[in-house]
């Protein structure tokens, strides 16, 4: 059972480059998220899906697109990266009434 | 919206020594109510949740926190810890009618010596 399947595990940019954060589950779930996490502020919600084709915003959404193209995959794509965008990257997903299943996520950094 | 406090960034504790780590919340509606688990290097494991039903709920490697409503917290507790326990330890919290939100608190991070 591979669960949540990030990919990378680490990235560094310069500023100003793309690069998009892919994510697989294999577990049939609907809901997926990404998330950040920051030194002594937790995770933060960047964007969610409720299904294939349907996303919205979280807390931190600018500077970030997704796209869920079906119900297995969830990308989170940088267009233009910044170094405010340094962070650890987790994707989870999770069925209607369990809690979120995470991947190990992907360190980046932009310098 | 809600929000979510960990009141303490970081707890030494001795092994086999307990634990307590306190989490308060705030939400205008229901909620269901999480614990998760992070070792270095990691993603994030879930050791417990409320969803409903008993305040008292029980988890993985020995964890459990009591939902109490009145006070809006769910502390998380162990009676007695190993080292392999040292980890960051976040709370969260949802929405009962809003699951793609999951709102955490800020990390707790456990250190356990000999």
């Known amino acids: 059972n591979a669960g949540v399947t990030q990919t990378?595990?680490?990235?560094?940019?310069?500023?100003?480059?793309?690069?998009?954060?892919?994510?697989?589950?294999?577990m049939n779930h609907e809901y997926m998220s990404w998330y950040r996490q920051d030194p002594g502020m937790g995770l933060r919600l960047i964007h969610y899906s409720v299904g294939a084709g349907i996303t919205d915003q979280g807390e931190v959404p600018n500077?970030?697109?997704?796209?869920r193209l079906n119900k297995r995959e969830f990308s989170l794509r940088l267009e233009s990266a910044a170094p405010s965008q340094t962070s650890v990257y987790?994707?989870?997903?999770?069925?209607?009434?369990?809690?979120?299943?995470?991947?190990?996520?992907?360190?980046?950094?932009?310098? | 919206a809600q929000s979510v406090t960990q009141l303490d960034s970081q707890v030494p504790v001795f092994e086999e020594a307990p634990v307590e780590l306190r989490c308060n919340y705030s939400s205008s509606v229901s909620?269901?109510?999480?614990?998760?688990?992070?070792?270095?290097?990691?993603?994030?494991?879930?050791?417990?949740?409320?969803?409903?039903?008993?305040t008292l709920v029980k988890g993985i490697n020995g964890f459990e926190a009591?939902?109490?409503?009145?006070?809006?917290?769910?502390?998380?507790?162990?009676?007695?810890?190993?080292?392999?326990?040292?980890?960051?330890?976040?709370?969260?919290?949802?929405?009962?009618?809003?699951?793609?939100?999951?709102?955490?608190?800020?990390?707790?991070?456990?250190?356990?010596t000999p």
């Open chain 2, 66 to 112: 009591e939902f109490n409503k009145s006070q809006t917290s769910f502390h998380l507790r162990k009676p007695s810890v190993h080292i392999s326990d040292t980890a960051e330890y976040f709370c969260a919290v949802s929405d009962t009618d809003s699951w793609g939100k999951l709102q955490f608190g800020a990390g707790t991070q456990v250190v356990v």
């Open chain 1, 63 to 67: 500077g970030y697109n997704v796209s």
């Open chain 2, 31 to 54: 909620v269901y109510l999480f614990w998760y688990v992070q070792y270095p290097n990691q993603g994030l494991q879930l050791l417990l949740k409320y969803l409903s039903g008993s």
């Open chain 1, 90 to 111: 987790f994707c989870a997903s999770r069925n209607t009434r369990d809690g979120y299943t995470f991947g190990s996520g992907t360190r980046l950094t932009v310098v």
């Open chain 1, 8 to 26: 990378p595990k680490f990235q560094v940019l310069k500023t100003g480059q793309s690069m998009t954060l892919q994510c697989a589950q294999d």
